[in-house]
Nanobody, 117 residues
Framework: VQLVESGGGLVQAGGSLRLSCAAS????????MGWYRQAPGKQRELVAA????????NYADSVKGRFTISRDNAKNTMYLQMNSLKPEDTAVYLC???????????WGKGTLVTVSS
């Protein structure tokens, strides 16, 4: 499974961005997916996660009400709609997928989101 993120960039506080994560390869073997972020000098943290069918989601408290995770399995793509962005949302955002059959963790290389004040 290969994961490629896109959609990052520079945005002012209060603005919006939509991140995408395109999966390729053995996509039939993907189970749950999620978005993580890592800011300079900080640990990687889970931002949002979604089950294989998209029926259940969960969010970090810091992004609840502002971010929305979704996935389109027909397009093998996961999204993160980010609204009301804050400077503290600045980080590299990484796409994660859990392997259903092999139990492996798959990661993208990340996309940088920078929120200016």
């Amino acid at each position: 499974v290969q994961l490629v993120e896109s959609g990052g960039g520079l945005v002012q506080a209060g603005g919006s961005l939509r991140l995408s994560c395109a999966a390729s390869g053995s996509t039939f073997s993907i189970n749950g997916m999620g978005w993580y972020r890592q800011a300079p000098g900080k640990q990687r943290e889970l931002v949002a996660a979604i089950t294989s069918g998209g029926g259940s989601t969960n969010y970090a408290d810091s992004v609840k009400g502002r971010f929305t995770i979704s996935r389109d399995n027909a397009k093998n793509t996961m999204y993160l709609q980010m609204n009301s962005l804050k400077p503290e949302d600045t980080a590299v955002y990484l796409c994660h997928a859990a392997g259903l059959l092999d139990g492996m963790d798959y990661w993208g290389k990340g996309t940088l989101v920078t929120v200016s004040s």
